[in-house]
């Protein structure tokens, strides 16, 4: 059970726009930033959002985060199939001392 | 170009200890940090711990307190991370991941291969 609450799974069509949640608490998201890592098939997780909705260069301004209260969202426009991933949001916790993250969401495009 | 590059695959007895490296080149080693993240097969990522490279300060996560030992080589630039009294269910991909903050943890924005550990009798 992860600390961060996220939907298993997640699907649009190409040119579409999807969002992914993430739900924590006042001691994780409520409190501290949220960062989100796309984790493609095979390949190590890499950096897509930090501090909320801030882009590392490189990646595409289809993606967007955003907060409120103590959830975040993940936004992707303009669906492409290589965006087909497993998407993960991570946050500092007060209770736990640590980082946790969520369970992952598998976005898949049809 | 930034790299952080991981020791090959292990295959550990229950009970055994295993040291994977993290070699970084294409920055200053000692002006971040290194945490360490793993996934079990078919699951999701779980942090381990950090690592200042600046300064050696460490903070493990609460469930591996004990078994977990995180450090540092400044001279080759390169992280270790050391887990004990491996179980079944440390069988996992374990990465390293640069910290843009050598004082305290942040996000991580460069990420190594992966090293996959596995423990069976």
């Known amino acids: 059970q992860s600390v961060l609450t996220q939907s298993p799974s997640a699907s649009g069509t190409p040119g579409q726009r999807v969002t992914i949640s993430c739900s924590g608490s006042s001691s994780n998201i409520g409190s501290y930033y949220v960062h989100w890592y796309q984790e493609l098939p095979g390949t190590a997780p890499k950096l897509l959002i930090y501090r909320h909705n801030q882009r590392p260069s490189g990646v595409p301004d289809r993606f967007s985060g955003s907060k409120s209260g103590t959830s975040a969202s993940l936004a992707i426009s303009g669906l492409r199939s290589e965006d087909e991933a497993d998407y993960y949001c991570a946050a500092w916790d007060d209770s736990l001392s640590g980082w946790v993250f969520g369970g992952g969401t598998k976005l898949t495009v049809l | 170009q930034v790299q952080l590059v991981q020791s090959g695959a292990e295959v550990k007895k229950p009970g055994a200890s295993v040291k994977v490296s993290c070699k970084a080149s294409g920055y200053t080693f000692t002006n971040y940090g290194i945490s360490w993240v793993r996934q079990a097969p078919g699951q999701g990522l779980e942090w381990m711990g950090w690592?200042?490279?600046?300064?050696?300060?460490?903070n493990y996560a609460q469930k591996l307190q004990g078994r977990v030992t995180m450090t540092s080589d400044t001279s080759t630039s390169t992280a270790y991370m050391e887990l004990r009294s491996l179980r079944s269910d440390d069988t996992a991909m374990y990465y390293c991941a640069r910290d843009p903050s050598p004082h305290s943890g942040s996000y991580w924005d460069y990420w190594g291969q992966g090293t996959l550990v596995t423990v069976s009798s």
């Open positions: 690592i200042s490279a600046y300064n050696d300060n460490t």
